[in-house]
């Protein structure tokens, strides 16, 4: 999907596509540029631990000239019987903030998801940020220590997909 000027005034146009596993290192590299050495040693890596994730969830933005500017990733997990997408991480280079992209990479990517016969997706991060997306704090649903509560939020992809499922978030895989 094209996205012609993303943030008002700029002649960026994006190609926002699902990722590839050619485009693997390449995000890995954008990530550690966007975010703090140790980004690996947060809990939520653990539950990424040795999972894949979502193939056609997980996209790249790319500039006319095939320049990576951001990127979104989603893994599978449990929380008791059911399950969620795990959104994150999602970046945009520190070059292209403020262009859109961000959004671009969420909105597209969660309309794609429930076809997919996904409902329900959390993440942790800044609830001011993430609520313009239609995210909300999850009082019953537990990230692996030491997540701060308060920002581990869901958005329902099918109304009511949150009702009743609390617990501890686990891996996938266990």
Not at 6 to 18: E, F, I, S, V
Not at 76 to 103: K, M
Not at 111 to 118: C, F
Not at 155 to 171: F, H
């Amino acid at each position: 999907m094209r996205h012609n000027n993303l943030r008002p005034g700029t002649d960026a146009l994006y190609h926002l596509t699902p990722e590839t596993p050619a485009d693997h290192w390449e995000v890995e590299a954008l990530y550690d540029t966007c975010f703090a050495p140790g980004r690996e040693a947060l809990s939520s890596y653990r539950l990424r631990d040795d999972v894949p994730p979502v193939q056609g969830l997980s996209h790249v933005a790319r500039d006319d000239a095939g320049i990576l500017a951001g990127a979104i990733r989603y893994w599978p997990v449990r929380i008791g019987s059911d399950t969620a997408l795990l959104l994150g991480p999602v970046a945009v280079h520190p070059t292209r903030q403020g262009e859109g992209i961000g959004r671009a990479l969420i909105e597209q990517s969660l309309d794609r998801a429930p076809p997919m016969v996904w409902a329900r997706v959390l993440l942790v991060g800044d609830a001011p940020y993430y609520s313009r997306f239609g995210f909300e704090l999850l009082k019953d649903v537990i990230m692996p220590p030491p997540t701060n509560p308060e920002r581990v939020l869901g958005r329902a992809l099918i109304p009511g997909a949150w009702d009743g499922v609390a617990g501890e978030v686990r891996r996938w895989a266990d």
